[in-house]
């Protein structure tokens, strides 16, 4: 019913599980949280995340670099490409830009953020886009290197309206965390109430950003129910409703070229 649009399944603290992964995501089917794609950071897990879903029913995979894993020696267009065109993944990234941590090596950020870009435009699979503080290079990025028939995802929504706003005109989707349940996030539940149904996603970005309850825990898939509640009722909706919702908007961005 529901999909975790956002994790990554080979950081998930599974001491809970006995180490077993599968465990992990039967306790997430029991909480109809149902399908995954687990998002590669690093050139080190593409491998990992790939085997991931290969073996897991309902995981999808991602390959890409996250902006503070840039390296001095980048991906290729033609590299990233190659990755991309596995079975098993439907997404490039994730990519993008953070300077919140960083502005030291923004130009680096910038050439890989293009790559990704580029790689997704050549394979035709959707964009996951982390940004933080670079609202304006983001979007200048997309806009300029970006297919706009194929979009993306800025995950992990933590900007203003107004981002969001511009990314929905270059047919990007607007996912949101567990950050939404935070007692300081007023400002990004406006947001919630403002993005059109059919381009809302839900995640965890587990095992990071757990949602209160379990806020100060380890995140996991299963708590995407969390989010999905926090959404519905901020939009006035039921939860089955936001899961349908959710669920065929998932569908439409990352499976249509599968």
């Known amino acids: 019913m529901l999909v975790d649009s956002h994790c990554h399944l080979d950081r998930l603290n599974l ?9 992990a995501l039967a306790a997430a089917r029991a909480r109809s949280v149902t399908r995954m794609l687990c998002v590669s950071v690093e050139r080190g897990n593409i491998d990992t995340i790939c085997a991931i879903a290969r073996d897991h029913e309902g995981v999808y995979a991602s390959v890409g670099v996250h902006p503070l894993d840039v ?18 993944v439907v997404a490039i990234g994730e990519t993008g830009l953070d300077y919140y941590y960083s ?18 435009a050549q394979v035709r699979k959707p964009v996951i886009v982390h940004t933080r503080d670079a609202r304006e290079d ?31 005109d270059l047919n990007y989707y607007i996912s949101f965390s567990g950050i939404i349940t935070f007692k300081n996030a007023a400002e990004l539940r406006e947001v919630v109430k403002q993005v059109p149904l059919d381009r809302l996603l839900v995640e965890t970005d587990s095992p990071y950003l757990a949602p209160v309850p379990f806020r100060g825990k ?17 939009r006035g909706e039921s939860f089955e409703r936001i ?16």
């Open 218 to 234: 380890s995140n996991e898939p299963k708590y995407t129910r969390e989010v999905a509640e926090c959404v519905a009722e901020l």
């Open 103 to 120: 502005r030291d090596n923004a130009l680096a950020q910038q050439q890989s953020f293009r790559v990704h870009l580029l790689a997704a």
């Open 138 to 168: 983001t979007i200048a990025l997309i806009r300029e290197y970006g297919d706009s028939e194929v979009g993306g995802v800025l995950h992990c929504f933590t900007e203003s309206w107004e981002m969001a706003r511009q990314a929905l």
């Open 71 to 88: 390296k001095d020696e980048q991906e290729t267009v033609a590299g990233l490409s190659a990755l991309g065109e596995r079975a098993e």
């Open 243 to 258: 899961a349908e919702i959710t669920s065929a908007n998932f569908d439409r961005l990352f499976l249509r070229h599968a």
């Open 15 to 23: 001491e809970p599980y006995a180490g077993d992964l599968g465990a």
